[in-house]
């Protein structure tokens, strides 16, 4: 679950057919499957979900979210905005921010 597929849906066809071709029973193991999709799983934990069990003010949920991201992201900054789909400037501005008020 962790790993990107940067080959997107075809890399994961191509993943999902060798693993079958390689399993001697009914279910695809560990095993099967290639070693920089096993390694995924080490080098990059995503964040928890976010849990919805209660309505809490669109900025606090943004808030914990940003956090949250800025905690579990292993990388800098330039590429934390671009998997939050904002400008550099926009997650500097809202770290900063959110540290202040912290």
Known sequence: MQYDYPGNI?????????????????????????????KSDVEKPKPSPVQFDQIIPFQEMERRYVLSA???HQGDRKSLAA?????????????KELHEAG
Do not use: D, F
Request: proline share 2%; with cysteine.
């Open 70 to 72: 800025e905690k579990w």
């Open 83 to 95: 998997e939050l789909g904002i400008s550099e400037s926009t997650l500097y501005r809202k770290l």
């Open 10 to 38: 075809r890399e994961l066809r191509n993943i999902m057919e060798r693993a079958l071709l390689l399993t001697e029973g009914e279910c695809i193991t560990r095993n099967e499957l290639p070693g920089e999709l096993l």
